[in-house]
Structures are given as structure tokens and as C-alpha cells.
């Protein structure tokens, strides 16, 4: 008999992008989202010894960067998790990450992340975030494992500031938030992150001439794309541990 139960939103997702994983889009990302990322990784001021999160993480190519960035030194051993909420990305993620001592992968939703509070130093999400069906719990949710003075790093390439990325909505398979720099900023204000902040993060990767491709009208549009840039969100969590009573107990 048909299962004909109704998936949930996050059903739904896991299917659409373990059919991802299985075309091998995972690794392809890494040429499309590799160059925004590493201008964030400059200005994320990563130091050997911290615990960062990579959320949405695909088939783990950011991890593996990261994991370099964080490893052994006079701090300690820094530790990465990236959670997929496809377990087939994970599969991928951890078979290509075996050679890696600091770097784990857990399958699971943004919007119940397996993971204890106040833990995470730094948080990356590439080009994932607009997926997430209920975005306020997913900043719950970070704001949670994140700790006090933790640091957020969020990179969005469709969002309504980029006006070629929504050329892409209809060809989507899965619902996705098209929101505003301005919307994004208010929404993890919301969440009482501080020093909220966006900037526009161009891909400044050579087009050549011959590039096919199936997600744009046009070439042209593909570069245009390209120089306005993706959406770098950042935050930090505020301090939020009760502070010491101002007089004495006896
Ligand atoms: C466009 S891919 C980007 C993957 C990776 N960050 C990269 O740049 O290669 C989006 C990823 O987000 C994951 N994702 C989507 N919704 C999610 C959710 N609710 N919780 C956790 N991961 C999710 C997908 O499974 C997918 O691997």
C-alpha cells in the first residue's frame, strides 16, 4: 500500500537534497560557494582552539577548511560539527573527512540542532539558511549552542537585494524566504543578537565565455549575479550568563 502520509517540511527537504547528494551536487558546490566563503573566512578570525559549527554543511568541503583553521595550537584543539539535515550529505561528509581528527558530522534540522547550549565559538551557514521552513526557531536554535561572545556567519545568494538569485525560485523543488538585507538584519535583531551586521560578498570567479547554464536566463545574467554578490549576515550572542549578585549571601 502507498504511504500517502503527508511529509513535513523538513521530510521534504531531507528527500530533496539526499536526491541532491546522489546526482554528486555536493561536492559541486564547492566551486560555486568556495570564493564567498573564503572572503568570510577572513573575517570570521577563526584561532586554533574554538569550536565552530557549520550549519547545512553539504557534503563537508567548509568543515575540511575549517577544521584546518582551528586545529592544534597554543590554545588547544579546536573541534568542527557539521550538520546536514540530509543524511546522504553526511555519508558523502564524512567519507571525504576521514583523514580529519577535529572535524565530526550529524545528521539533523536546523530547527532542533543535537547539540548541548553555549558550546559553539563560531557558527558558518553556506547558502542554506533560506531553505530552513521556520527561520525563527533555526536563530533560536543558534542563539542556544552558541557561546556568550559567539560569533555568526551567514551567506545567503538569494535574497531580494540580488535581484538575478530569483530567477532560481521557481526552479526550485522546495519552498524557500526570499527576504531583504534590511528583513534578515531585523530578524536576528529579533533573536537579541548584537552587532548585527550585513555587508555584500561579490564572486569575483572568471565566467568563461562557453559556461553553461541552467539557472539563469542568461550569461549575462550569471555575471550580473555574481558582482552584486551574496548576503554576509553576521552577530554576536551577547553575554547572557546571570551576572554575580551585587552583595553578599550568608
Ligand atoms: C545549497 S546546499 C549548500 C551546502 C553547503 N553549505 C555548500 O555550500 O556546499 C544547502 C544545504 O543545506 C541543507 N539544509 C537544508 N535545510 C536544512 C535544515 N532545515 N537543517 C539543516 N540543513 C538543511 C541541505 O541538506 C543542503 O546540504
Known sequence: MPNDKPQSPDE??????????????????????????????????????????DLGCGSGWAPRLLARLVGEGPHGFGQVVGLDISDEMVRHARAASRDFENVMFVQGSAAHIPWEENFFDKVLS?????????????LAELFRVMAPHGRLFILINLYKDNPYS????????VPVHVRS?????????????????????????????????????SLDDLKAFKRVGALLLMASKPDVRNAAPAYTIY
Open 126 to 138: 553556506v547558502e542554506s539558511f533560506y531553505y530552513y521552513p521556520d527561520q525563527d526557531r533555526a
Open 12 to 53: 521534504l527537504l531531507q528527500q530533496e537534497f539526499n536526491r541532491w547528494a546522489a546526482q554528486g551536487e555536493g561536492p559541486k558546490m564547492e566551486n560555486h560557494h568556495l570564493d564567498i566563503t573564503e572572503k568570510t573566512l577572513r573575517r570570521m578570525d577563526l584561532r586554533a582552539g574554538e569550536r565552530v559549527l
Open 166 to 173: 530569483l530567477q532560481w525560485v521557481p526552479k526550485l523543488k
Open 181 to 217: 538585507a534590511e528583513e534578515y538584519v531585523e530578524l536576528l535583531k529579533k533573536h537579541a543578537f548584537q552587532n548585527v551586521e550585513s555587508a555584500q560578498i561579490p564572486d569575483d570567479t572568471p565566467t568563461p565565455e562557453n559556461y553553461q547554464t541552467t539557472s539563469f536566463h
